[in-house]
Each structure stands twice: as structure tokens, then as C-alpha cells.
């Protein structure tokens, strides 16, 4: 199956920007996913991008795509307390079953 | 238009018991998926159902493991006999289906935190 790679932790200060990084195996995913994932609850959809794209950004998310290296980044400006989660990329196979990376707990200091 | 809702939100059982977990999938999706969550991971795929089928198990354990997903009613996912590796907690997700426009996105539920003693 897919393998899909994360850096585990990432430390920032509220109001910097954070950079989550992700690797990908299947290139023929349609689309690439970014999950977020509070302390005890379910994943909350962020963003996605289509796999033509290299960039979409929405609101404080800016979403990085580069089909040639497999790579994937999400980029949070401006980042806040709020924003202290753990964050998953996920890509699906042609058969719809998505494949996660480990996560990225992303911890935002005051 | 509720989201996937799932029951119970945590479960304990004993080494040896059954645990049901249920899912209903949001209002108009055909598609559910069970996923695992265990201890400081990410989520593993376990199962895809449409009504009524089985679409892909291949994440599921052999043993002690089934889903289902019928006509009427949640999906099912049920653990036979837990032991403590089950320990975990499932998600379950849906889409409507190859029709939408973005037929991939997933809709998570909440997801069932399971503790065997």
C-alpha cells in the first residue's frame, strides 16, 4: 500500500508561521488531504488540494504541492493557541481507501 | 444535516467480551469506512462497505473481526473475544459515493475509544 511520511512534532510561537510537512508514495492519488485532530475527537477536514495544482491557499492555509518530489506541505500563517492539534495528510488510493501519515503534533507556545 | 455520528463515543471491555461499534453515515452517503487509531498513530484503514457489501476488508484482522453495513440501519463493526491490543480508537467515515464531485473526501465521526481491561 501507499506509505505516507510526517515529521512527528512541531514547536512554533503564536503568531509565527508553521510548516507541516508530508511525503507520498502513489502518484496518482486525485487528490491530497489535510486532517486536523484535537486532544479525544475525530478528524475535521482543513483543506485539500487537486492533484493539477501546486498551490491553493485559503484563508490563513496555504497548501504546497510538488508531484515530482511527492511532497506536500501545509503552511499556517499567523498561527494561534487554537491551532494546537495534530495534523494528518492523507492520500487515497484508487479504490478510495486513504492512507495517513503518523500525524504532526503541532504545539503552539503563548 | 447531522455529520457521521458514531456510538458508543468510549467502550471498555473485558479480555474475552464483544464490542459492537456502530456508525451512521451522514444523510445521503452509501459509503462507510472503518479505520483504526491506535496510540500515537495515524489512522489504518480497516474496511469498506456499501450497502449491504463488503467492498474491501483488507485491513481487517482475520480473526475476531467483521463490519457490516445493512439495507436498514448503522454499520456495524464488531470485535469478538477483545484483547488488549484492541485497545484503540475507530473511526468510522463516509462519502456519497462515485457520483459527487469530489468522490474521495471522507466525512470522520467522532470515533469510538475501546479500552480492554
Known amino acids: 500500500g501507499e506509505d505516507v511520511e510526517q515529521s512527528l512534532f512541531l514547536s512554533v510561537r503564536e503568531g509565527d508561521s508553521s510548516v507541516i510537512n508530508c511525503t507520498y508514495t502513489?502518484?496518482?492519488?486525485?487528490?491530497l488531504y489535510w486532517y486536523k485532530q484535537e486532544p479525544g475527537a475525530g478528524l475535521q477536514l482543513l483543506t485539500y488540494?487537486?492533484?493539477?495544482?501546486d498551490m491553493k491557499q485559503d484563508q490563513r492555509l496555504t497548501v504546497l504541492l510538488n508531484k515530482k518530489d511527492k511532497h506536500l506541505s501545509l503552511r499556517i500563517a499567523d498561527t494561534q493557541t487554537g491551532d494546537s492539534a495534530i495534523y494528518f495528510c492523507?492520500?487515497?488510493?484508487?479504490?478510495?481507501?486513504?492512507?495517513f501519515g503518523s500525524g504532526t503534533k503541532l504545539n503552539v507556545k503563548p | 444535516n447531522a455529520g457521521v455520528m458514531q456510538n458508543p463515543r468510549h467502550l471498555v471491555r473485558r479480555r474475552g467480551q464483544e464490542a459492537r461499534l456502530r456508525c451512521s453515515p451522514m444523510?445521503?452517503?452509501?459509503?462507510v469506512y472503518w479505520y483504526r487509531q491506535l496510540p500515537e498513530e495515524g489512522l489504518k484503514f480497516m474496511v469498506y462497505?456499501?450497502?449491504?457489501?463488503?467492498?474491501?476488508e483488507s485491513g481487517m484482522p482475520k480473526e475476531r473481526f467483521s463490519a457490516e453495513f445493512p439495507k436498514e440501519g448503522p454499520s456495524i463493526l464488531r470485535i469478538q473475544q477483545v484483547v488488549r491490543g484492541d485497545s484503540a480508537a475507530y473511526f468510522c467515515?463516509?462519502?456519497?459515493?462515485?457520483?459527487?464531485?469530489?468522490?474521495?473526501?471522507?466525512?470522520f465521526g467522532p470515533g469510538t475509544r475501546l479500552t480492554v481491561l
Open positions: 488540494i487537486f492533484s493539477n495544482m
Open positions: 467515515a463516509s462519502s456519497p459515493g462515485a457520483l459527487s464531485g469530489r468522490a474521495n473526501e471522507q466525512f
Open positions: 444523510k445521503g452517503h452509501s459509503h
Open positions: 492523507a492520500e487515497p488510493d484508487n479504490f478510495n481507501k486513504f492512507y
Open positions: 502513489d502518484s496518482s492519488s486525485t487528490y
Open positions: 462497505l456499501q450497502k449491504e457489501n463488503i467492498i474491501d
